[in-house]
T-cell receptor, first 115, second 114 residues
Framework: DQQVKQNSPSLSVQEGRISILNCDYTNSMFDYFLWYKKYPAEGPTFLISISSIKDKNEDGRFTVFLNKSAKHLSLHIVPSQPGDSAVYFCAARLNYGGSQGNLIFGKGTKLSVKP | NAGVTQTPKFQVLKTGQSMTLQCAQDMNHNSMYWYRQDPGMGLRLIYYSASEGTTDKGEVPNGYNVSRLNKREFSLRLESAAPSQTSVYFC?????????????FGQGTRLTVV
């Protein structure tokens, strides 16, 4: 059973518009959430994160929103640029018992930004 | 600053052969991880090491072994490769504890088992 779900395998957006990538989770013990970006033939790179005690975190064109009651987070990219075309992974940290704070990843959403 | 370095970048194995994937980090991180990425499956944790001298199973450990050689190095071994182990393997490291920290990933090893 998936604990971190990215239900949209792909998303296509026009350059300059907003990209919204969504992520749902099932475990209320997640306390830290991260977004990673991955280009082909490269490793994932960290993009932005949010603690469960916050509902918004902003870094330049990237904003992550967290709705704990709905167990939902989203990544907003404004404005979208062709260089943002990549696979985006949502990840959550499970931090209790013997879990050692491992990150659990969703399946990813492939974003295509068209010029 | 190299970050996380994985070797090799590509490998083709025959079924039944063995090999070791190497990973080293230079960021003084205490925790290290091995993930595999398969189409439509995201990143799945194979094994992890929370600190030097400790290793634990992740979500998909069958068919693999690991060694945390020292604080810098964490290797993944396939004793008898199977076609189901064809995948892209990523090593990662991070500082764990009370801090909110991200994981840093290597460039990946693309493994094909024929």
């Amino acid at each position: 059973d998936q604990q971190v779900k990215q239900n949209s395998p792909s998303l296509s957006v026009q350059e300059g518009r907003i990209s919204i990538l969504n992520c749902d989770y099932t475990n209320s013990m997640f306390d830290y959430f991260l977004w990673y970006k991955k280009y082909p033939a490269e490793g994932p790179t960290f993009l932005i994160s949010i603690s469960s005690i916050k509902d918004k975190n902003e870094d330049g064109r990237f904003t992550v929103f967290l709705n704990k009651s709905a167990k939902h987070l989203s990544l907003h990219i404004v404005p979208s640029q062709p260089g943002d075309s990549a696979v985006y992974f949502c990840a959550a940290r499970l931090n209790y018992g013997g879990s050692q704070g491992n990150l659990i990843f969703g399946k990813g959403t492939k974003l295509s930004v068209k010029p | 600053n190299a970050g996380v370095t994985q070797t090799p970048k590509f490998q083709v194995l025959k079924t039944g052969q063995s090999m070791t994937l190497q990973c080293a980090q230079d960021m003084n991180h205490n925790s290290m991880y091995w993930y595999r990425q398969d189409p439509g499956m995201g990143l799945r944790l194979i094994y992890y090491s929370a600190s030097e001298g400790t290793t634990d199973k992740g979500e998909v450990p069958n068919g693999y072994n690991v060694s945390r050689l020292n604080k810098r190095e964490f290797s993944l071994r396939l004793e008898s490769a199977a076609p189901s182990q064809t995948s892209v393997y990523f090593c990662a490291s991070r500082t764990t504890g009370q801090l909110n920290t991200e994981a840093f990933f290597g460039q990946g090893t693309r493994l094909t088992v024929v």
